[in-house]
């Protein structure tokens, strides 16, 4: 895989003369991203046509720009509406919503695109230059390590439970059964599925996520004639260009903190099925781990909109690299990706850099220009498509459940999901009124069945030996670093308790 800067430059200047595809890729990828249900993997599929029909570099060129910019679009729902368009931007939810709540959507929308932008730039950035050495954590990530990848997620559990532990425990644990429901991971017995064929392959995480925080968002919003607070309500009528450069401000003095969190993402990212969920919540528990104010996240801060955003669009990189490099892709998009790649005669694998290293290069730079294009593009929308919090809810609560709706039905077509999507909107709006925690459900009902699944495929190959989880370095490095994380807070809070005891005696 020797680095050819000649082929770099090919690449970026076959970009630029597509520049008109990158902006139109862009466009569809972002409304996409931003409506729940319709993920980027489904989009491409409706396009293979497409794909198929036009050169090979022109359809990466348009696959890889959808791609980025679906993970950039989840994010406005997410802070606007509190309805996250993808598993990905779930997490954003947890300071972006309490942002605009307070009048502070424009911020947080710019906070959002500025993250997004410079997570994706630095991941791919460092993809091209490092791809043969990021390439060989794929093979030292099994299942031993992504249990413990998987508990450091689920620890989260008890971070946005803090107001509430036993509450926000018992939503986690009800997560934890949800995603039970199915057929077992050896045997294929059927597990809480009542007899009805549909819930044999697990409850669909989309009517998940669209029952428990769209519908019930919509419900919860008809009680009240506006998504805003008083005070937020009157500085969104002030709202103008000065709150997105405030945005921008905001984002780059905290640029470290972007830079970190989405090489959380990219690790998490090379990991064949882990996905951008997985990278979301993890980035967001670790960065209010090492936070100095730990009991503002979920408040409405900064922070809490930059981690999870900047490790989300991280993936991105991480989720083409296994695909390229080995063959295996990272993850939905990626496979339809290498279908149409399959289907033009590309092979994939190392030989991919030798025969063709315009491809396997170009995949990258093709993310730095549709990056590059997105925050040109976003940046001058945020003060207008911030103003959509200002629809009164009585308009806008029928729109966002019909809207909602569709997404729920379209990635498997059956009435059946249309049904569990209202069910888990009545769940939702329970919690909601009795202030069980629907963030820590939805951490169960993601991460539960993936944690599951790895432990016990670990299970299997070791011969049901338990100590197998702590048979490798990598995992034993990572379980020190879990049991540190979670003794960490607690240490630090006595310390500064301690302190404060001290400076109260004096």
């Not at 595809?21 to 293979?48: D, E, K, Q, R, Y």
């Not at 996905?275 to 809490?304: C, D, H, M, N, W």
């Not at 991460?447 to 011969?463: F, H, K």
Request: aromatic share 10%; with cysteine.
């Amino acid at each position: 895989m020797n680095l050819s800067f000649a082929v770099l430059a090919d690449q970026f200047l076959l970009n630029f003369s597509y520049l008109w595809l990158i902006v139109l890729a862009t466009t569809i990828g972002i409304i996409i991203g931003a409506m729940p249900g319709f993920g980027s993997a489904n989009t491409i599929i409706m396009l293979l046509p497409f794909t198929l029909a036009v050169d090979i570099e022109v359809a990466m060129i348009f696959m890889v720009s959808l791609f980025v910019a679906s993970h950039m679009g989840g994010g406005i729902t997410s802070i606007l509406l509190n309805i996250p368009g993808n598993g990905g931007a779930a997490a954003t939810c947890l300071d972006g919503y309490p942002m605009a709540r307070k009048g502070l959507g424009q911020q947080a929308l710019v906070l959002s695109f500025v993250a997004s932008t410079v997570g994706g730039v630095v991941t791919a950035g460092l993809s091209i230059f490092l791809l043969p050495y990021i390439a060989r954590l794929a093979f030292y990530m099994h299942s031993v390590e992504m249990v413990v990848i998987l508990l450091f997620g689920i620890t989260l559990i008890a971070s946005v439970a803090s107001d509430n532990m036993l509450k926000g425990l018992i939503a986690g644990f009800l997560g934890l059964l949800i995603g039970a429901i199915g057929a077992d991971h050896i045997y294929s017995t059927p597990r809480g599925t009542f007899g009805m064929i549909e819930l044999y392959d697990g409850v669909p995480l989309i009517a998940v996520l669209i029952g428990v925080f769209a519908i019930s968002e919509a419900l919860k919003m008809m009680e009240n004639d506006s998504v805003l607070d008083e005070s937020g309500l009157e500085m969104m009528r002030k709202a103008s260009w000065k709150q997105t450069w405030e945005g921008v401000t905001m984002a780059f003095a905290r640029t470290w903190h972007m830079v970190w969190t989405s090489l959380v993402g990219l690790v998490i990212g090379i990991v064949p099925g882990a996905g951008a969920s997985i990278a979301a919540f993890v980035a967001y528990q670790q960065s209010r781990l090492f936070s100095k104010t730990p009991e503002k996240y979920g408040t409405g801060i900064p922070e809490g909109v930059i981690a999870p955003e900047s490790a989300n669009n991280g993936v991105t990189s991480g989720d083409l690299i296994p695909m390229l490099v080995i063959g295996v892709p990272g993850g939905t998009t990626a496979a339809v990706m290498m279908i149409v790649m399959t289907y033009h005669g590309v092979q994939l694998g190392p030989r991919l850099f030798i025969q063709n290293p315009g491809i396997g290069y170009g995949v990258f730079i093709t993310m730095l220009v549709a990056y590059a294009v997105m925050l040109f593009t976003t940046l001058p929308l945020t003060k207008y498509v911030s103003k959509l919090v200002l629809i009164p809810t009585p308009v806008l609560a029928p729109i966002i459940i019909a809207f909602t709706l569709v997404g729920a039905f379209a990635p498997r077509g059956y009435m059946f999901d249309l049904w569990l999507t209202l069910l888990f909107g009545a769940i939702g709006y329970l919690c909601r009124q009795t202030h069980f925690n629907v963030v820590a459900l939805l951490i169960g009902v993601i991460l539960g069945p993936l944690l599951e699944a790895n432990v016990m495929r670990a299970l299997r190959i070791s011969g049901n030996d338990p100590w197998v989880f702590f048979s490798s370095t990598v995992g034993n490095v990572l379980w020190v670093a879990l049991v540190l994380s979670l003794l960490l807070p607690s240490v630090v809070q006595w310390r500064r308790n301690r302190a404060a005891a001290r400076m109260a005696a004096a």
